[in-house]
């Protein structure tokens, strides 16, 4: 079981970057998916969420309108688009993966409610 998180960079502010989440091991389509990243200093927060059947995305208020969600074609990846970039988005990106269920859908902000973490992809942004 893994996820695997790419996609990070240097990137100036305004500029956009597309997060990579692969899964391997086990079904992503009964599953999830969080994003999540940590800032030097600050806590882990949730960023994006999108559930099994992409029936349900959801952005924290921070990120709402500059970063989408979605599904890879072969189902076995999440995307997570970064548009319009601030220097206050620069953190190690996580994504995680929960069984799909009401109160992960309710709290996904909440990184106790998932099973498996990537390896988190650093994102800078910097002029």
Not at 43 to 71: L, N, P, Q
Not at 90 to 103: E, K, L, P, Q, S
Request: proline fraction near 2%.
């Amino acid at each position: 079981v893994q996820l695997q998180a790419s996609g990070g960079g240097l990137v100036q502010p305004g500029g956009s970057l597309r997060l990579s989440c692969a899964a391997s091991g086990f079904p992503l389509h009964d599953y999830a998916i969080g994003w999540f990243r940590q800032a030097p200093g600050k806590e882990r927060e949730g960023v994006s969420f999108i559930s099994s059947r992409e029936t349900t995305t959801d952005y924290a208020d921070s990120v709402k309108g500059r970063f989408t969600i979605s599904k890879g074609v072969a189902k076995n990846t999440v995307y997570l688009q970064m548009n319009s970039l601030k220097h206050e988005d620069t953190a190690v990106y996580y994504c995680a993966a929960g069984r799909d269920r009401f109160m992960l859908r309710r709290r996904w902000e909440l990184h106790g409610q998932y099973d498996y973490w990537g390896q988190g992809t650093l994102v800078t942004v910097s002029s």
